[in-house]
């Protein structure tokens, strides 16, 4: 209606008057793209939402729907700010007569809240991916539908809620929170094409020429954007890049520190191929209890502390034992075809068998399914039973020591973190009334 009454504000279509803005006055006009950029920030919204319906229906959501929506809306604004110059004070609720702004405000609030699912359904997705490439612990995972992207991640939701009662109280107002949301959606279109011309070089292999040429065609459009919203950093921007910090420090000090961890666990229980020798040369031999023993480990290669204590202090090895790894790629998800690589360990008459079970960072992770899979495999060196099989466990309890690799702090940080793991059973998807669980602790 807006358009109707004054079309001439059609004209501002043209890109005639953005150049000419930025030749008239273009500190002015190089400020006013942090304004700009809050225009289409709502596509971020939009693509959280990729994973959950492809990239189909996303592409015709926002070409078809969105973005000629937008564009009619902000010409509409444009064309009642030229016919009433004071309704730049709210000209998006002053498009509507007096009598519809109500149902405009409601009509606002539910739109806030369907772009806030895409965006806490974006974030519990990137925390499943972090926690599968090892960067946060395991968390608590919950699959809300047969669909592989819709989950619910609690510990994240209670965060977000948190989070966004910090940011209302603390900044008081839309147009203050909007100078820390233009430094952290333009930071993250920066970082999102750095990211993807990584993948461009790295797995589509273009020459490095035009890996350069294009990074650099679409980082002057990105870093033109951030830096225009770089004066608002005092003015709040400095929320989101704290927040980066915070997050950043979080992520690699758990990577660090699990990986010390490792190591020492590795150095103190030894390699599963020395224990595997250490077994055929034992006098007199161990007992061979009836029924397969499950045995998970941290790593590939690695020995189960579970394993390890069982013929220690029983003097007991399992007639069939598989020892599991469970590995992440870095892709989204691996065919059933290539979600196994079975190692009979160098000897087929020893009952022992290593089963490493490869997923994506987007894979429900599902142990017993992994085994079943296995079990049908011909030529296997021992017969898994799946249903009646026990599942070692290890639980290990983490001690701060004076072993260098992380500073004091860092180390606080890493045991903190580590008290909020979820339990393997539940990361794995084991059955609880088969677990038998040993414990032992690892000071690093």
């Known amino acids: ?18 150049i000419a803005f930025f030749v008239d006055d273009g500190l002015v006009a190089f400020l006013a793209l942090g304004g700009v950029v809050l225009v ?21 959501g926002w070409f078809l729907l969105v973005f000629p929506a937008l564009t009619l809306n902000y010409l509409g604004q444009g064309a009642l700010i030229l016919r009433s110059p004071q309704a730049v004070d709210n000209p998006f609720f002053l498009l509507v007569p007096d009598w519809a702004r109500l149902p405009l405000v409601v009509l606002a609030t539910l739109a806030t809240v369907i772009a806030s699912q895409a965006v806490i359904s974006g974030a519990f997705s990137v925390t499943r991916q972090a926690v599968r490439l090892g960067f946060l612990p395991p968390l608590r995972i919950r699959h809300t539908s047969a669909e592989e992207g819709q989950i619910y991640v609690p510990a994240v939701n209670w965060l977000l809620f948190v989070a966004v009662l910090a940011l209302v109280v603390g900044f008081g107002s839309a147009e203050r929170l909007s ?27 273009k020459p490095w020429w035009l890996v350069v040429l294009g990074a650099a065609a679409f980082l002057a459009v990105d870093l033109a954007y951030f830096g225009a ?3 608002k950093v005092v003015h709040g921007g400095w929320f989101p890049l704290a927040l980066g910090l915070v997050v950043f420090t979080l992520l690699t ?23 595997v020798e250490e077994i055929r040369t034992l006098d007199p031999p161990v007992f061979r209890a009836p029924g397969t023993a499950v045995c998970l ?4 290669g690695a020995m ?43 000897y087929r008459d020893d009952g022992i068998l290593h089963v490493t079970v490869r997923y994506g960072f987007q894979d429900r992770h599902d142990v017993p399914a992994a085994l079943r899979q296995a079990a049908a495999e011909d030529d296997l060196e021992v017969a898994i039973d799946v249903d009646r099989a026990t599942y070692f466990v290890s639980r290990i309890t983490i001690r701060r020591g004076d072993a260098p690799g992380m500073s004091s702090w860092r180390k606080r940080l890493f045991l903190a973190l580590a008290n909020t793991a979820s339990d393997p059973v539940e990361v794995f998807g084991l059955p609880e009334h088969r677990i038998l669980t040993i414990g032992s602790y690892v000071e690093f």
């Open 1 to 18: 209606a807006s358009v109707i009454t004054s079309p001439g504000v059609l004209a501002a279509l043209s890109p005639t008057y953005a």
């Open 40 to 60: 289409v920030t709502g596509a971020e919204a939009l693509y959280a939402d990729m994973g959950h319906f492809g990239r189909g229906p996303i592409r015709r």
């Open 179 to 205: 100078a820390a949301y233009g430094i952290a959606v333009t930071g993250t279109l920066a970082i999102d094409t750095v990211l993807f011309f990584v993948v461009v070089r790295t797995l589509w292999h």
């Open 229 to 231: 919203n770089l004066p």
């Open 253 to 275: 000090t758990w990577q660090r520190g699990r990986s010390l961890v490792t190591a020492k666990r590795a150095a103190s229980d030894g390699r599963l191929s020395e224990f």
């Open 297 to 300: 480990t941290a790593a590939v």
């Open 304 to 346: 189960p502390l579970a394993l390890r204590e069982n013929v220690d202090r029983n003097h007991v090895v399992h007639e069939a034992v598989v020892v599991v790894s469970v590995e992440t790629l870095k892709v989204p998800h691996v065919p059933d075809g290539e979600r196994l690589v079975v190692d009979d360990l160098k």
